[in-house]
């Protein structure tokens, strides 16, 4: 059985390294400008993750067979791309995506 201080350890170890990750990156790109081409790609990261999350939760996968659409997904979609659309604001996207998921599953 592990000791309590490795376990400690281990935790306070993952959580420095965590900060570290997340947080070097800032401290060192504040005293360097990017070039322009490197800031426009960084500019469609969000875009990318938020489609990576919406296309894996839109389709449900089967072994051995094509995937399924899952309609409770698509039908949240609709107002929530509207509002994408229309605001071009994150935060709006998401809570659209919120409340017309969860109205779907109150019907």
């Known amino acids: 059985m592990l000791s309590f201080n490795y ?3 281990t935790i306070i170890g993952c959580a420095v390294v965590t900060w570290l990750s997340r947080v070097l990156p800032f ?3 504040k005293k360097f400008n990017l070039p ?3 800031n426009e790609f960084l ?3 969000p875009i990318v993750i938020m489609s990576a999350l919406w296309f894996s ?3 449900i996968s089967n ?3 094509l995937p399924d659409i ?10 929530t791309v509207l509002s994408a659309a229309i605001t071009k604001n994150l935060l709006v996207i998401v809570l659209v995506g ?3 998921l969860a109205l779907l599953r109150l019907i």
């Open 36 to 38: 322009k081409t490197v």
């Open 57 to 59: 939760h839109l389709f």
């Open 98 to 100: 919120m409340v017309s």
């Open 27 to 29: 401290i060192l790109l």
């Open 63 to 65: 072994t051995g067979h």
């Open 7 to 9: 376990v400690i350890l």
């Open 43 to 45: 500019s469609f990261v």
């Open 70 to 79: 899952n309609y409770e997904y698509l039908i949240a979609s609709a107002p």
